[in-house]
């Protein structure tokens, strides 16, 4: 089994769990209450980079990163710092995240939100919505065809933005075909956990020009954003390097704006 089988089978234990707790009629009475969306993408299509500023504790590859024992706070520095979205993991086994630290983050900034995680079925993306996310992860890794599209579909529905996630060529054929607007490769290989910086730059030919190209995984300062953005990056995620940055703010603001 590989981590991300093993990490999947976790989800879906967690999400069985949460299932038998509260019912999807509760949920979509929730969202009756939630603010509508922010749509992400005017910000994305800025001229130079686009920060995507991750609350991320720990992770597979690298263990412990950072404690973020207040996750709003950290979010009001990466929106200080100009970041045109947040990314909060919610997976709890491996990166020590939850839907709480999405709500206290969606409580204290105005900045869109994308709810990471490993989406498999429709009750997380009402989760998402009823937490206030505006940006789910839909990873082609994970999703088979039909489920990519049904979630997809049912995630523009409810006025969430996808980011479909990406790590070789048909996984990128598939983001494509489906007619993802935000796409995000992947630079890390999440069976083995290795990092390659070349695979954007081998993804984002594949890629038509009117769609967004995230370059996630592996980024540690403006000089690894230059490059992606030469490549054809409008966006960047960037977890470890800013949540062990004892500077999160002045961080966020040296990779936001970056050109070619
Ligand atoms: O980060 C991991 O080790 C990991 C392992 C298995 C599945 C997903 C994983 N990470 C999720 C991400 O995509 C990253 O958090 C995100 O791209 C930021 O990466 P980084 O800047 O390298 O923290």
Do not use: C, W
């Not at 030469?230 to 966020?252: F, H, I, Q, S, T």
Request: glycine letters at 8%; charged letters at 25%.
């Amino acid at each position: 089994m590989s981590v991300l089988d093993d990490i999947v089978a976790g989800v879906r234990e967690d999400l069985a769990a949460r299932q038998s707790e509260v019912s999807v009629a509760d949920l979509r009475a929730q969202l009756a209450d939630a603010p509508a969306p922010r749509d992400p993408m005017p910000h994305f299509r800025r001229p130079g980079s686009s920060v995507i500023a991750e609350v991320k504790r720990r992770s597979p590859s690298k263990g412990d990163l950072a404690d973020i024992p207040d996750p709003a706070a950290l979010a009001t520095e990466y929106a200080a710092g100009g970041a045109a979205a947040i990314s909060v993991l919610t997976e709890q086994r491996r990166f020590g995240g939850s839907l709480n630290d999405l709500r206290a983050v969606r409580a204290a900034v105005d900045t869109p939100i994308l709810r990471k995680d490993f989406i498999v079925g429709d009750y997380q993306l009402l989760e998402a919505r009823a937490a206030g996310a505006d940006l789910v992860l839909l990873m082609a890794s994970v999703l088979g065809d039909d489920d990519l599209r049904r979630l997809f579909d049912v995630a523009t529905e409810l006025g969430l933005t996808s980011l479909v996630e990406v790590h070789d060529e048909a996984e990128t054929e598939r983001a494509v075909a489906l007619g993802a607007e935000l796409i995000g490769v992947n630079a890390r290989n999440l069976k083995t956990l290795a990092v390659d910086n070349d695979t954007f730059g081998r993804l984002a030919p594949l890629v038509p020009s009117d769609r967004v190209l995230v370059a996630e995984s592996g980024i540690s300062g403006p000089t690894d954003v230059k490059r992606f953005v030469a490549e054809g990056a409008r966006v960047v995620l960037v977890g470890e390097a800013l949540v062990k940055d004892g500077a999160p703010r002045e961080a966020v603001a040296a990779m936001t704006g970056v050109e070619a």
